[in-house]
């Protein structure tokens, strides 16, 4: 069965900063790979998503990951992060003939300081 | 488009009674997923529901069960409810079933079981 692991709970970087969030997956072949923001009380918003192709995708809001497969990983990465920024960040992925089912990390909650 | 809505936001139930959660996905949408979100487990998936049919289903106890009608709409049920099920219910909606596809979240119900 597939996994997904997002080692770092929390992460605190100071406006303006780059951040990097990191997630790495366990499954046999390509995944499906995805990042969904949260902020709190509300629902996931999809930043970006990789099914294949460039492994090098862009999201919305500025972000981008980068697959790599040697590495079972998909990290998340801004260049500078705005005091906006602040959630709770989820990577998850789907697999081949597995329909819609997504397995979800456990989140990493990034803090902004001013 | 109108996005994922899910009835009710807010819902307080005691232990035993049951519950019907609702969801109308994106329209043309014709899958929808239900996931449940707690601080201890995290993202789990319950299941996924495309034309009518049950496609994929978590790894839940019988209580909790859902269906979709013909225009896509899904709602999911909690029967005998434990303290446990306290938590957030969110639907997702996206256009195929079969593989994986982009998935769009509701805002989500939160329920508390007293």
Same mark, same amino acid.
């Not at chain 2, 013909?70 to 999911?76: D, H, I, Q, T």
């Given at each position: 069965?597939?996994?997904?692991?997002?080692?770092?709970?929390?992460?605190?970087?100071?406006?303006?900063?780059?951040?990097? *969030?990191?997630?790495? /997956?366990? =499954?046999?072949?390509?995944?499906? *790979?995805?990042? =969904?923001?949260?902020?709190?009380?509300?629902?996931?918003?999809? *930043?970006?998503?990789?099914?294949?192709?460039?492994?090098?995708?862009?999201?919305?809001?500025?972000?981008?990951?980068?697959?790599?497969?040697?590495?079972?990983?998909?990290?998340?990465?801004?260049?500078?992060?705005?005091?906006?920024?602040?959630?709770? =960040?989820?990577?998850?992925?789907?697999? /081949?003939?597995?329909?819609?089912?997504?397995?979800?990390?456990?989140?990493?909650?990034?803090?902004?300081?001013? | 488009?109108?996005?994922?809505?899910?009835?009710?936001?807010?819902?307080?139930?005691?232990?035993?009674?049951?519950?019907?959660?609702?969801?109308?996905?994106?329209?043309?949408?014709?899958? +929808?997923?239900?996931?449940?979100?707690?601080? #201890?487990?995290?993202? &789990?998936?319950?299941?996924?529901?495309?034309?009518?049919?049950?496609?994929?289903? #978590?790894?839940?106890? #019988?209580?909790?069960?859902?269906?979709?009608?013909?225009?896509?709409?899904?709602?999911?049920? +909690?029967?005998?409810?434990?303290?446990?099920?306290?938590?957030?219910?969110?639907?997702?909606?996206?256009?195929?079933?079969?593989?994986?596809?982009? &998935?769009?979240?509701?805002?989500?119900?939160?329920?508390? +079981?007293?």
């Amino acid at each position: 069965a597939q996994s997904v692991t997002q080692p770092d709970i929390h992460i605190t970087v100071s406006e303006g900063a780059s951040l990097e *969030l990191r997630c790495n /997956y366990s =499954y046999g072949a390509t995944p499906y *790979l995805f990042w =969904y923001v949260q902020s709190p009380g509300q629902g996931l918003q999809l *930043l970006l998503k990789y099914f294949s192709g460039d492994t090098l995708v862009q999201g919305i809001k500025g972000f981008e990951a980068e697959f790599k497969r040697s590495q079972s990983s998909f990290n998340l990465r801004k260049p500078s992060v705005h005091w906006s920024d602040a959630a709770e =960040y989820f990577c998850a992925v789907g697999v /081949y003939n597995a329909g819609n089912m997504l397995t979800f990390g456990g989140g990493t909650r990034l803090m902004v300081k001013p | 488009k109108a996005g994922v809505t899910q009835t009710p936001r807010y819902l307080i139930k005691t232990r035993g009674q049951q519950v019907t959660l609702s969801c109308s996905p994106i329209s043309g949408h014709r899958s +929808v997923s239900w996931y449940q979100q707690t601080p #201890g487990q995290g993202l &789990q998936f319950l299941f996924e529901y495309f034309s009518e049919t049950q496609r994929n289903k #978590g790894n839940f106890p #019988g209580r909790f069960s859902g269906r979709q009608f013909s225009n896509s709409r899904s709602e999911m049920n +909690v029967s005998t409810l434990e303290l446990g099920d306290s938590a957030l219910y969110l639907c997702a909606s996206s256009l195929i079933a079969g593989h994986t596809d982009t &998935q769009y979240f509701g805002p989500g119900t939160r329920l508390t +079981v007293l």
